[in-house]
Nanobody, 116 residues
Framework: QVQLVESGGGLVQPGGSLRLSCVAS????????MSWYRQAPGKERELVAL????????TVADSVKGRFTISRDDAKNTMYLQMNSLKPEDTAVYYC?????????WGQGTQVTVSS
């Protein structure tokens, strides 16, 4: 029923850009707080960015501030992560997360590799 499907990952050179998308279904997307996490090999999963259910407030981690932007389009049940000025240390699997009153949901992730 509940599905979060990420897309847009891939291989990019340092300094390049990618735009990740997360398409949600099976729950009331507009009521959910949405966020992006990432996990690199051997490291803990970390919060990258979060956007409220109203879309009126967002935050990004200090490590990506000024480079990444989170947004959502409730009419399309979609959340985005625009990633600019990518660095090798951004390499990770990026996960979409939704939280609302009925529970917490995770996507399966999309691989982002930043390498020359």
């Amino acid at each position: 029923q509940v599905q979060l499907v990420e897309s847009g990952g891939g291989l990019v050179q340092p300094g390049g850009s990618l735009r990740l998308s997360c398409v949600a279904s099976g729950f009331t997307f507009s009521s959910a707080i949405m966020s992006w996490y990432r996990q690199a090999p051997g490291k803990e999963r970390e919060l990258v960015a979060l956007i409220t259910s109203t879309g009126g407030s967002s935050t990004v981690a200090d490590s990506v501030k000024g480079r990444f932007t989170i947004s959502r389009d409730d009419a399309k049940n979609t959340m985005y992560l625009q990633m600019n000025s990518l660095k090798p240390e951004d390499t990770a699997v990026y996960y979409c997360k939704a939280w609302h009153f009925a529970g917490t949901y995770w996507g399966q992730g999309t691989q982002v590799t930043v390498s020359s």
